[in-house]
């Protein structure tokens, strides 16, 4: 038994109409997806609905932005008594999307900071310090989903290559934020922040407490503490919102994501860094702790040399760079690093690490990126 099928030719008017229709539902999509549009370069402010209740944001676009290549999106959480501009001008965010290629958008928590114009973030199980106003608090996971979803709607973005980064209390929510389950970011970068969970002491030890910290799935995260951070203590203690230190975090995310738990690491006179490997899905964990460091956004004197890769030679960055390289690797695929020759005349090495390079400093005080104030008893 055979079977035959019957074609039959369109009119000409027809192939044209249906010609015309895919091309408009192809323009749509595309236009759905937020690209199609162009957008002036540079700083501008936003407003986002969120559950009712329109909600600030400042957001980024670099001159290479067109509407036709989805470009790389990055999230700059700010920390208490902060702002979304002082955020972008202490980790400038923007001077890298601009070099690079990608969009910046940071937040502004519901909070009310202990000065005029200062805010802090609702971090779900953190009671706010004496001087910040609970009062306006609102669902800032709610917020956050709903800007990422904006920005896909709004922006050409590769929803595959949206990051997020997190200062002191915006690292904090962050990390809850990916702790209750949201998934919305590709791999995170933590700064004199980084939380697994709220802090419970057992039999006399601080840890962070298993039920309050899911995330539905294995995710990259890089984070950078100072030994002098005297609000976020890396040995622990602090406020009741911290507790459990540095290390026990990221061992903690290290241990969330499969990693194998003995960590590679690198011993420098000024930094020293850990990479927790083998994770599942291919993601990875990386600490920077800087001797020297208190509780601010790493200088830009303080730079991180990265192993050649390809045709590119070694190079240097700020930590703010260093996260970059991180997210576009996905921390994954990190090379060693090698020692290189200094930046400055006196700058001292930090010995290299084996999965993504070493750490140098100059001779200059290591101090704030920006003239923002460092936080103090923030969240």
Not at 86 to 103: A, K, L, P, T, V
Not at 185 to 206: D, S
């Amino acid at each position: 038994m055979t079977t035959s099928a019957v074609f039959f030719r369109q009119p000409a008017w027809v192939r044209v109409v249906l010609a015309t229709v895919f091309v408009t539902l192809v323009n749509s999509a595309a236009l759905a997806a937020g690209c199609g549009p162009v957008f002036q370069s540079g700083r501008h402010d936003l407003k986002i609905m969120s559950d009712g209740v329109e909600r600030s944001a400042v957001y980024f676009v670099p001159s290479a932005y067109d509407g036709k290549r989805k470009m790389p999106l990055v999230f700059d959480f700010h920390g208490s008594n902060s702002h979304p501009e002082g955020q972008m001008n202490r980790s400038h965010w923007d001077e890298i999307g601009e070099r690079e290629g990608f969009m910046v958008i940071a937040l502004q928590g519901s909070l009310d900071g202990s000065f005029k114009g200062a805010h802090a973030w609702n971090v779900p199980g953190v009671k706010p310090l004496p001087g910040v106003s609970e009062e306006n608090g609102l669902d800032e996971e709610q917020f956050i989903r709903d800007a990422v979803a904006y920005a896909k709607e709004t922006f050409c973005v590769d929803p595959a290559r949206i990051y997020a980064t997190g200062y002191s209390g915006g690292g904090r929510m962050l990390s809850q934020f990916i702790c209750n389950g949201n998934s919305e970011f590709a791999a995170a970068g933590f700064m004199m922040g980084l939380r697994a969970g709220y802090p419970e002491q057992e039999e006399g030890v601080w840890r962070p407490r298993p039920d309050t910290c899911k995330p539905a799935k294995p995710i990259s995260i890089i984070a950078f503490s100072g030994l002098k951070d005297d609000v976020n203590p890396f040995s622990g203690g602090g406020k009741p919102y911290w507790q459990y230190g540095g290390k026990v975090a990221v061992g903690r995310w290290a241990e969330l994501n499969g990693c194998d738990m003995k960590p590679m690491t690198g011993e420098g006179e000024e930094i020293s860094v850990s990479s927790y490997v083998s994770c599942k899905n291919g993601v990875g964990v990386m600490s920077y702790v800087i001797a020297d460091a208190g509780h601010s956004w790493p200088s830009q004197k303080l730079l991180f040399q990265l192993a050649s890769t390809g045709n590119q030679p070694s190079r240097e960055v700020d930590a703010t760079g260093r996260i970059w390289d991180f997210f576009q690797t996905s921390g994954g695929g990190l090379l060693a690093g090698q020692p290189g020759q200094a930046a400055c005349p006196t700058a001292k090495n930090a010995g290299p690490d084996s999965t993504g390079g070493q750490g140098k400093t100059c001779s200059q005080p290591l101090g704030s990126a920006s003239s923002e104030p460092a936080v103090v008893g923030d969240l």
